[in-house]
């Protein structure tokens, strides 16, 4: 699959245009004014266009796997570039998150948008087989194996993978505008809320967490999945038909953010820490346990994503305030924790799992839309990050290092196929900057 593209310039100024082809002539009433800037234009393929997408090439040519005919065709993601084993379901919605943005940077391409129904038709080999047998009405889960057929999932259930999968179908469903896309969001989410705890609130980690028979892992109630709980429901209030299930999507986003908060580092800092476990008394019950006091990037990012959805829709200016502080406040934390320098190359890099800090940028790139000037600070890093690490990559199969400034040596889980994806949205999120904000981000 290659995507090279045409030389495209973009003009952003439709008076300036107007006036240039229709010619306008006559003594202006503004002429006393000043001129007008110039119409900002983008040289398209921009630097982090054409990088971004040679490295989506590369995973869909060492990871990319098609199958299936007609409209049952899909494109599933390997784990690992050198094996045939299939990836697991956070791998591959982690790749459709991946494209979901390639889509939004060239909304008009139709072969993009059909790899996209493709692997999202990959979803459907993880899903369950019997859905009916849930306990929450109309819901369905995903497994975190693939089946070798649709409906044939196998494996754990978790409420991080699912939640996540909900928030994708979200996404197909601005895309393409396909009611499926819309209700089986709905259907997941059903299914993930069944799994809340009403006594300690949050969500564990797997439905095995709901068990006596859990380990501390399967217990433990992450921000991942409970910060996402908050996107899907406050999105999903947008679809509502009726002010009561208006009502009930912003509860549970309510819900989800103020368990969320148990876990933000105040006044230490706005980061995030990763979840709180849950133990298992003697009789039965449950009680809280410790924090989990580890930060990892995309725990800030959903946090950010989360602060800004639900700053959209209040209208009470006291909350309005908090969450943009929180957003702004937490954006900066993340860039003080992550985004180090390696005193051997001297270059700064995002630290830990690439797609983790993946889900940081999508939190960078959101921002625009409040402080255009603040994210475009943070998307300069995250494109020299991207850079940083494309200049190091293995000459052989163009994968890229862990660490952006390290070199590929295979001893650093660069095979694994959701770091290489993690990478590659950060390109794809740093071109689509580029492209909207009218400038280049590369300095």
Not at 114 to 121: F, G, P, Q, S, V
Not at 327 to 353: E, N, R
Request: with cysteine; net charge negative.
């Amino acid at each position: 699959m290659k995507f090279l593209k045409n030389l495209i310039a973009l003009t952003l100024s439709l008076a300036v245009m107007c006036g240039a082809v229709f010619g306008c002539g006559g003594q202006s009433e503004d002429e006393d004014k000043e001129p007008e800037t110039p119409p900002v234009t983008v040289e398209r393929p921009t630097e982090e266009e054409t990088r971004a997408m040679a490295m989506v090439d590369t995973i869909f040519e060492q990871y990319g796997v098609e199958g299936g005919e007609g409209d049952e065709a899909y494109i599933n993601m390997k784990e690992y570039h050198n094996t045939q084993q299939s990836g697991y379901l956070w791998t591959n919605f982690s790749a459709v998150g991946m494209q979901y943005y390639v889509c939004k940077l060239y909304p008009d391409d139709e072969e993009q948008k059909e790899i996209y129904r493709k692997m999202l038709n990959n979803f459907l080999y993880f899903r369950q087989s019997n859905p009916e047998s849930n306990t929450a009405e109309n819901s369905v889960k995903y497994h975190s194996g693939r089946g070798n057929r649709i409906d044939g999932g196998s494996g754990d259930c978790f409420f991080d993978d699912n939640i996540w999968v909900a928030r994708n179908y979200l996404r197909a469903y601005e895309i393409f505008e396909d009611e499926w896309y819309l209700n089986e969001a709905i259907r997941v989410n059903n299914w993930v809320l069944s799994g809340w705890n009403n006594e300690l609130g949050g969500l564990v980690w797997s439905e095995v967490g709901l068990t006596d028979n859990a380990n501390e892992q399967h217990l433990e109630r992450g921000l991942s999945a409970n910060a996402c709980g908050i996107i899907v429901n406050a999105l999903l209030s947008d679809y509502a038909e009726t002010q009561e299930e208006k009502d009930f999507y912003m509860e549970w986003a309510e819900k989800f953010y103020q368990f969320c908060k148990k876990m933000q580092n105040k006044p230490d800092s706005y980061d995030y820490w990763n979840g709180i476990h849950t133990v298992i008394n003697a009789d039965g019950t449950r009680s809280d346990g410790d924090i989990n006091r580890v930060h990892y990037s995309y725990n800030s990012g959903s946090m950010i994503i989360a602060d800004l959805i639900m700053y959209d829709r209040t209208e009470d200016e006291t909350k309005k305030a908090e969450y943009m502080d929180d957003a702004v406040g937490t954006s900066a934390a993340a860039k003080k924790t992550f985004y180090l320098i390696d005193p051997g190359a001297l270059k700064y890099y995002y630290q830990g799992d690439p797609w983790f800090a993946a889900i940081l940028c999508e939190a960078y790139y959101d921002l625009r839309e409040y402080n255009e000037e603040l994210a475009k600070d943070y998307m300069k890093t995250f494109n020299n990050n991207v850079k940083t690490a494309y200049q190091n990559r293995d000459p052989e199969t163009n994968l890229l290092p862990y660490q952006a400034t390290l070199t590929v040596t295979w001893t650093k889980n660069e095979s694994w196929a959701i770091h290489q994806i993690g990478f590659a949205e950060q390109a794809v999120l740093a071109a689509l900057f580029s492209v909207e904000g009218g400038f280049v981000v590369s300095e």
